[in-house]
């Protein structure tokens, strides 16, 4: 089964719009004609706008890091599926541990986000991912397993084609600490077989896992390599065009 490998960027909470055309100015000239990897910048939701103009016509992808699970409605603050796709954004990241950690956001919550942005054609990046204390304690597989299960509950089969997981250990985001290929590639295993009890060998099988926690330039190629890892979800070295676009042509 050939996948193809996923490579996005996630600015979190970082750059101006003017900022964030700067870096799309600088980034393109290093990707052009790149076909191997789906490519898609994730800016804030002040920044979707300008990225989308800028990347027009270069085959670069725009995703946001959140969206809220209802259509419209009295939800102060929040943005809808609607309002993202009316601007040609094509991705989201859903469920990223920053979310859970400092915004409440659950297995469940995610769910209810994942099934909306299904209905609107939205290509979901799903995290999942363990905390340290749940590494050390040897729970990694059982947390894995109750995200997996919680985030694609009530999932058609036949409806979860476009899905992307990233699997993000907590302990590996922004800390230096990257997971070994070895370590990425059994969760990733881990999660892929949960998706064949829960979807199906098919859906399985053609499913995106991403591997994301401190991935630069100098240990993309040996992620990469990984046959079970299709794609990487990149913070911190996603930042500065030359060293994103090293890790896109890794
Ligand atoms: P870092 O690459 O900065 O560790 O962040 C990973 C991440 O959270 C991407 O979503």
Not at 152 to 178: F, N, Q, S
Not at 193 to 214: M, N, P, W
Request: hydrophobic share 40%; with cysteine.
């Amino acid at each position: 089964m050939t996948r193809k490998p996923l490579i996005a960027a996630n600015w979190k909470m970082y750059k101006t719009p003017a900022q964030a055309q700067e870096f799309v100015k600088n980034f393109l000239p290093l990707v052009a004609r790149h076909e191997r990897d789906e490519v898609v910048l994730c800016p804030s939701f002040t920044s979707l706008s300008v990225v989308i103009a800028a990347v027009t016509g270069s085959g670069v992808a725009v995703g946001a890091q959140n969206m809220y699970s209802a259509d419209e409605g009295a939800f102060t603050g929040e943005i809808s599926p609607l309002m993202l796709k009316a601007i040609g954004t094509t991705h989201v990241i859903l469920g990223h541990s920053e979310r859970r950690q400092y915004f409440c956001e659950t297995d469940e919550t995610i769910n209810r986000k994942l099934h909306t942005a299904l209905r609107h054609e939205l290509t979901p990046i799903v995290c999942v991912g363990e905390v340290l204390a749940e590494r050390e304690a040897g729970k990694t597989e059982e947390v894995l397993l109750r995200q997996t299960r919680g985030v694609l509950a009530g999932i058609p089969p036949e409806h979860a084609a476009p899905i992307v997981i990233a699997y993000e250990p907590v302990w590996a985001i922004g800390t230096g600490k990257t997971a070994t290929p070895q370590i990425a590639s059994d969760a990733h295993k881990v999660i892929r077989g949960e998706v064949a009890k829960l979807l199906g060998a098919e859906v399985a099988d053609k499913l995106r896992i991403l591997y994301g926690g401190s991935v630069k330039p100098d240990n993309a190629t040996a992620l990469m390599s990984e046959s079970e890892i299709d794609g990487a979800l990149v913070g911190g070295a996603s930042l500065d065009p030359q060293s994103f676009g090293k890790i896109v042509n890794y």
